[in-house]
């Protein structure tokens, strides 16, 4: 057998022998990790149900203002002492406490009830769809498909807080005069640093809605029934929303985790009262780490069929 014979087959399996280079590898699980993402965003956000929501969610500052402004002409107040949500009585002399109030009138319910809808549906939707199965095909996998879709809800919430606000700024814009601010303490800020604290309230108000979007994300993982998901999130929201109203249970109503929904109101204050705000993350840190944990070991040990 001749040099070159021998030497044939080694060249050919030379290439088997060499370790295969991993930069390729994890490019392409990154990007197929980014691809499964913008899908599942696409796919959120095209939804009917999704758009009706936001719909919603847009027109109560268009309904607040409306209400507020007729009000004002017709020469009365624009609000009782201490009555309706938030900021209400200020936002005749400054269109931009609409934002405020707006934020005051959807967090109790409205903004919390949209969250339940889509992280209830997340995973018990597609399990009644029969597109679960398909989607747990490598590279997603559970863990990797279960953290899509908790990042595609804490992206609606964002999304559906900043539709708030953007409303309810178009419309105190439209129909109040804008200017420097009051705040709560008395002292007056500029209108650009009020627009700044309203972009920083609406984060807030979105950072304390992800205890909801980790419980709902829990419950869908629960039941193959995404109306069922969806129910029993958004009633335990009302039911928890009723416990924290009654006196009796004060000791244990700072950890639910809508008891601190409203303290960003204190970032209204000058100087800016911390302490509510921080105790607020915190729950909410810690309703995310707690049910988003439970969320993990329940559907990476769910038998899936469909």
Known sequence: MSRAETSAPEGRGEPRDKPQPTVGRRTTFHGALFTLFRNELLTTFRRWRTLALLGVLAAVPILVGTAVKIETDDGSSAGPAGGGPAFISQISNNGLFLVFTALAATLPFFLPMAIGVIAGDAIAGESSAGTLRYLLVAPAGRTRLLLTKYATTLTFCLVATLVVAISAFTVGALLFPLGDLMTISGTSISFTE??????????????SLMGVAALGLFISTLTSSGIAAMATTVGLLITVQILDQIPQLSGIQ????????????????????????????????????????AAWARFTTKDITA
């Open 194 to 207: 009020g627009l700044g604290r309203a972009l920083l309230i609406a984060l807030v108000v979105a950072a």
């Open 254 to 293: 700072p950890y639910f985790f809508s008891h601190y929904w409203l303290s960003f109101a204190d970032l209204m204050r000058e100087p800016v009262y911390w302490d509510d705000l921080v105790k607020n993350l915190g729950i909410q840190a810690l309703y995310a780490a707690v049910f988003g944990s």
